[in-house]
């Protein structure tokens, strides 16, 4: 309100200030960090509905209590970034990765195998990543096993569509996948050789369970 801040806890007022901050034009924003330079500092916990809303006050400056929300926050006017943290539900139970979401892969449920709900990819842009190389996924020489649950809502017959890669940087050409072929049939190779194809074509709109097994 004009240059007096004022900050609650719990929706009690823990204090104000009547300083300005100053103007910021143009800023990157670091969540859970602070990067200043050679010092970083990191948050150690979790965080649920945190948003941010320029040029507008949400809450009265002027009052000692607010109404705490009960329920997640919504993308109201002039909001800028909003993070509900209530599709979540992407998460390598392993504990072994941090998973990146891009585009609009999401949780849907809607189409389900098993629990409550499954990954949706819309064919164009989606994509789960882990943004950083991890030892655990070296395939190596030895034994492996990919496997999991498919249904696509596409048939691939005008695309090719790579559905599991294996993306290590600086190794040109040395990427294996699997993925689903122009000739609506699954095949595992590496940079453009196709090592092994499926015989059957692939189903549309229905479930199917995919097996990739090195063995010896």
């Known amino acids: 309100n004009g240059t007096t801040t004022r900050m609650w806890l719990n929706g009690v007022s823990v204090g104000t200030s009547t300083s300005s901050v100053g103007a910021v034009t143009g800023a990157a924003v670091w969540i859970g960090t602070y990067n200043a330079g050679a010092a970083s500092y990191y948050y150690n916990g979790y965080l ?14 002027n009052s000692s209590t607010i109404t705490v929300p009960t329920a997640p926050l919504t993308a109201i006017t002039n909001t800028s970034y909003l993070l509900n943290c209530t599709n979540g539900g992407i998460v390598d139970a392993t504990a072994k990765n941090d ?8 949780i849907s449920t809607s189409v389900v195998k098993y629990g409550t709900g499954s990954m949706s990819f819309n064919g164009s842009g989606d994509t789960l990543n882990t943004p950083t190389t991890n030892p655990v996924h070296a395939l190596g020489s030895g034994n492996f ?3 999991g649950w498919f249904y696509p809502t596409l048939p691939p017959s005008s ?36 090592l092994l194809t499926c015989s059957g074509t692939i189903p549309t709109n229905s479930w199917f369970h995919l097996a990739i097994v090195r063995s010896s």
Request: proline content about 5%; hydrophobic content about 30%.
């Open 145 to 147: 096993t990919i496997e």
């Open 48 to 61: 649920s509905n945190v948003r941010f809303v320029q040029n507008t006050a949400v809450y009265d400056p």
């Open 159 to 194: 695309y090719t569509c790579r559905v599991f890669t294996f993306y290590q940087p600086g190794t040109a050409g040395v990427y294996p996948m699997f993925y689903f072929d122009s000739g609506n049939k699954v095949e595992w190779g590496y940079n453009g050789t196709t």
């Open 99 to 106: 998973l990146e979401t891009v585009g609009n892969a999401q």
